[in-house]
């Protein structure tokens, strides 16, 4: 049975500069971490003693854990509130860190990073959402400018991570989120809208477990265990039977239905499976090259910067272009850069190299905010939470899916290229799922005190 109490706090309005900051606090933390933990591998394995190949599971857990979590967190926000959803995700994110600085053994260090990701998985969704709701009006500016900085972020991880690794140690890497935490919480208890009207609806238990076990599954099938894929598709089947039985599901599966949600996801995937790409295999094209590895770095953080700079041309863009001609360009961009790369392998040009990775960024950047913002406005502000997570998992998707084509094919031949230029068409084929498109912005009664 469907209840609900309220839980009425007087409503104010908060300056938006000042909310988004105050959800940046609690997100910038989230691509930070997995890019400083990456970079610094090598002296987590040698300070834990184990080889690199177990150490590496400090990342793999972290990224699966954030994939499962997110679509049941971000609905658990639309049912329960996202800001004491995003409040406790901040919580487990500090309580990760602290245990995760003093680990004793590699066993230890990759619980708590699980522990990391699960608060993580709860603040990211839950604090777009927030956004989602209180500033719908101007949503494709918002996401534009929290791209940049989350970007920006994810680029900056490695330099700070080393540094970090320099003068501290690997737990440096961790101590680091405590004071920035400390003060995302503070600023999150005394900004963030409070909640408003919430329901008590029994959580959908069974659901949440079929669908953790689902994208398991998915992840680690795709990462290293292929036979995993066939039990995927069972508890697939499985959960969309169970969610058309719910009244108040955990996925609401008729949301695939609508074109632009649909494409908006599928976009999503494709971007960050050809995003991933790039990141992971230009440490391969440095070494055919035969240029100092050193190099790889420059360059992916040019791809970065660039990636970032554009996500921000492209929220603006966005509120004057269309969305299907955004995302077409952007997929266009990114099959002539990899169509590019087969001319550029051969010249060993660091000139060259560095404005490869500057086209291949403006087309992962630039249609990005599109895909965001029709994910989230395709729904009403109810389900906000929902559409979030579910954006959030099918990114990770894309992710996993482009290390696994990776692993599958090194060396990067002919044929990975192929594929990444075949997943470029097929993004421009997607991008037609946003012809006329009409955001959902109506405000419902007492939508803005509810966070």
Known sequence: MQTSRTDEAP????????????????SILVPLNSSMVAVDLPDI??????????????????????????????????LYGHRRVFLAGLGL????????????????????????????????????????RQLAEKLPRVLGT???????????????????VVAFGWAGIFWINVPILAVGILMAVLVLPRSGSVRTDRPDVVGS???????????????SHPFLLIAAGGLLAAFVWWETKRPTPLIDVSLFRSPPFRSSTLGVTLQNFLMYSVLLSTPVLIARQHEPIALSGFYLLLFSLTGSAFSFVGGRLSERCSRRVLVSAAFLISMVTFCGLVVVLPLHSGFWNAVWMVVAGVGSGIGGVSIQATTLQSVDRSRAGMAAGIYSTFRYLGSTLAAAVLAALPGLPILFLVILVAAAVMG?????????????TEPSPGEGARA
Request: aromatic fraction near 4%; avoid cysteine.
């Open 146 to 164: 929290v791209g940049m900085v989350l970007g920006a972020g994810a680029a900056a991880g490695p330099l700070i991570g080393a540094g970090l």
């Open 428 to 440: 421009v084929g997607v991008a037609q799922g946003f012809r006329g498109f009409r955001a959902l």
């Open 11 to 26: 409503r104010r309005e908060v300056r938006p500069s000042l909310l988004i900051l105050t959800v940046l606090m609690g």
């Open 209 to 223: 477990l079929l669908l953790a076990g689902l994208l398991i599954a998915l992840t680690v099938g795709i990462r």
């Open 93 to 132: 994110f500090l309580i990760g860190s602290l245990l995760a600085a003093t680990s004793a053994n590699l066993s230890e260090l990759i619980v708590y990073r699980a522990v990391q990701a699960l608060g993580g998985g709860m603040a990211g969704p839950n604090g777009t959402a927030i956004l989602r």
């Open 45 to 78: 394995a040698r300070s834990l003693g184990h080889g690199l190949a177990a150490t590496v599971w400090v990342v793999s857990v972290y990224l699966i854990v954030m994939a499962v979590v997110q679509p049941i967190a971000g609905r658990t926000g639309d």
